[in-house]
């Protein structure tokens, strides 16, 4: 074991972690290959326990199969002795929250080690935490050193958001309670704190002055597969714009905390999110677009549109949003942010670019363009960052020039695995580390700006517009003033 494997585990003390919908889709794609991946790092010890709750599943055996199988599917080289120590140290239990008699097991569990840290994992629809909340409280399973992670999206709306923040507050404080968004735990979200705040260069040019706008892309390839039911009733903007896309603009245009602790480092994402210019009825037409995809294409394979993935041909949901807002504020104050986000699109990536203004002089004697800086932070697939600059052309003959790159690539620099956004997130709700989670009054000023647009929409009738499957979305309708999409190095493959 490495010296820093020995240090990382020594800060980590024994633990439940409880799973509401321990049989679920999340669990197995997710909670399980995370703790496997922590386990084969020596930072959970065998004392620590996992109790894994189902409605309706009772056959252990058939379970602990299952999870085998699942773990194989997601972990490329899977260890067999990982796998069996961490199903091992699995008990399945079927516990309906609404059935009484379902509750002596679960209670008795707990009786065994009763000091424990307790982290009680929410893998349930939002419309449950409240009632969760409230049958540990009346089992008297809540103590100080309880925690509860929420996955998102929590609500449909400000409202609803509300009532089920309201609902979780009876039972726990603030401090209990981890709003989980797994963008945060991205090992380049991670590096963007790093990027900003431990490198001059980039911070004290980090303003209105030298920036001319921001761009942020998350595209995804895939339609809505199995997710059809969950994703027609929230849609791009609720399910990617909301969180995901406003989160890593909080990491971009927020002020440097006085110190990297949870409450200062979200006092200053809660000032960028209130910050942000809401929608009126003349902006909702010039500056969002919302689109849904039809058919297209992929290389040779014909993709359905998404009226026929989902089998419902009158809905309107959005699969595409794009749109420029602005961060009315000294540090940004002028400076148009690009968002994007689309569902069957060219191609999976996403990236956050930073575009500088161009020099206010061109003294070459060719007088050709010079391109401006331009610093791409790629998150996925190929984590890197990228710098684009002007350099001459090796030889005579003048001053010839063209911009160049100056790349990082994570995976040729980096030889060790990029742990997924889970671990770090789960290592860090067994610490108590609530810094990449949301506080709540985060998540309403993101409703409260969302709903700028939503209600907009609703009471201007905006309509979808279309795009083919396999393109790169109606986005250029919200650019102006010569600006555009900086070109990833993924238009330019071919589909």
Same mark, same amino acid.
């Given at each position: #074991?490495? =010296? #820093?494997?020995?240090? $990382?585990?020594?800060?980590i003390e024994d633990f439940d972690l409880i799973i509401f919908g321990g049989d679920g889709d999340l669990s197995m794609r997710k909670i399980y290959p995370a703790l496997y991946y922590r386990l084969e790092e020596d930072q959970i010890s065998s004392d620590s326990r996992i109790l894994a709750l189902s409605r309706s599943q009772n056959d252990v055996a058939q379970f602990k199969k299952e999870l085998n199988t699942q773990l194989r599917k997601y972990i490329p080289t899977p260890s067999d002795k990982v796998i069996d120590e961490l199903i091992g140290m699995i008990y399945l239990l079927k516990v309906d929250i609404a059935e009484d008699e379902s509750s002596n097991a679960f209670v008795k569990w707990f009786k065994s080690k009763p000091n424990s840290t307790r982290v009680f994992y929410l893998a349930t629809p939002a419309s449950a935490y409240g009632d969760i909340c409230s049958y540990l409280h009346h089992h008297s399973l809540i103590?100080?050193?309880?925690? @509860?992670? #929420?996955?998102? =999206? %929590?609500g449909y709306d400000l409202n609803s958001s509300e009532e089920i923040n309201d609902a979780v507050a009876k039972y726990l404080d603030e401090k209990q309670i981890y709003r989980i968004d797994h963008y945060l735990g991205k090992e380049t979200v991670q590096n963007l704190m790093v990027l900003r705040f431990a490198n001059n260069i980039f911070e004290s040019s980090w303003n209105s002055k030298e920036i001319d706008n921001i761009q942020i892309t998350v595209s995804e390839s895939i339609g809505v597969g199995t997710r059809g039911g969950f994703y027609d009733k929230y849609g791009a903007l609720r399910d990617m714009v909301q969180n995901h896309l406003l989160q890593l603009l909080c990491l971009i245009a927020m002020e440097a905390p006085n110190e990297l602790n949870a409450d200062q480092v979200r006092n200053e994402k809660l000032k960028v999110l209130k910050a942000l210019r809401p929608f009126n009825k003349r902006t909702i037409k010039t500056d969002v677009v919302r689109g849904q995809y039809t058919r297209g294409r992929s290389k040779e394979e014909s993709l359905p549109s998404y009226l026929e993935e989902i089998e419902k041909f009158d809905s309107d949901t959005e699969t595409f949003v794009a749109l420029k807002t602005y961060i009315d504020n000294w540090r940004w104050g002028g400076v148009p942010i690009y968002l994007r986000t689309g569902k069957r699109m060219a191609h999976r990536y996403s990236e956050i670019v930073i575009n500088f203004k161009n @020099? =206010?002089?061109?003294?070459? =004697?060719?007088?050709?363009? %010079? $391109?401006n800086n331009r610093l791409t932070i790629r998150l996925q697939p190929e984590e890197g960052i990228e710098l684009r600059q002007m350099v001459k052309t090796p030889g005579p003959g003048g001053y010839r020039y063209k911009p160049y790159s100056l790349e990082l690539d994570y995976a040729d620099h980096f030889e060790d695995r990029f742990p997924d956004a889970y671990e770090r997130l789960l290592m860090d709700v067994i610490r108590g580390n609530q810094t990449l989670f949301m506080r709540r009054d985060e998540v309403k000023a993101s409703w409260e700006w969302a709903e700028s647009i939503l209600n907009h929409w609703s009471s201007e009738k905006v309509q979808n517009v279309l795009y083919e499957a396999g393109s790169w979305g109606p986005g250029d309708q919200i650019m102006n003033n010569g600006n555009k999409w900086a070109e990833s190095r993924y238009i330019k493959e071919e589909f």
């Open positions: #074991m490495s =010296p #820093m494997k020995r240090a $990382e585990k020594s800060d103590s100080s050193d309880t925690r @509860v992670v #929420m996955e998102k =999206p %929590i @020099v =206010p002089h061109n003294v070459f =004697p060719d007088k050709k363009d %010079i $391109e």
